[in-house]
């Protein structure tokens, strides 16, 4: 009888998507980004598709700019930016 064993790593990193997406977080300060390199391993462990990224700036207008550009897909705000980000 013929058996495969898979190792845990080579099945979770295994990304199905072509090609290949991330979904990418924009943080300002080194709290955030702790924060999501916590998210970014916890949704690996799970083995989540499409894999997280990281994406750190200087500002927060600078995120909103990454986003408008699309460097970055998201950046989670307070509620006293969404006017200055609708513009």
Not at 35 to 49: E, G, N, P, Q, Y
Not at 54 to 66: F, P, R
């Amino acid at each position: 009888m013929f058996s495969v064993s898979a190792k845990y790593y080579d099945v979770i990193e295994r990304d199905m998507m072509k090609p290949k997406r991330e979904a990418r977080m924009c943080v300002v300060s080194d709290v955030e980004k702790a924060k999501c390199m916590d998210m970014k391993r916890a949704a690996f462990s799970r083995d989540i598709r499409p894999s997280f990224a990281c994406i750190q700036k200087s500002s927060v207008e600078n995120c909103l700019k990454a986003v408008q550009k699309k460097e970055a897909d998201f950046y989670s705000m307070d509620a006293g930016y969404l006017e200055k980000a609708e513009r």
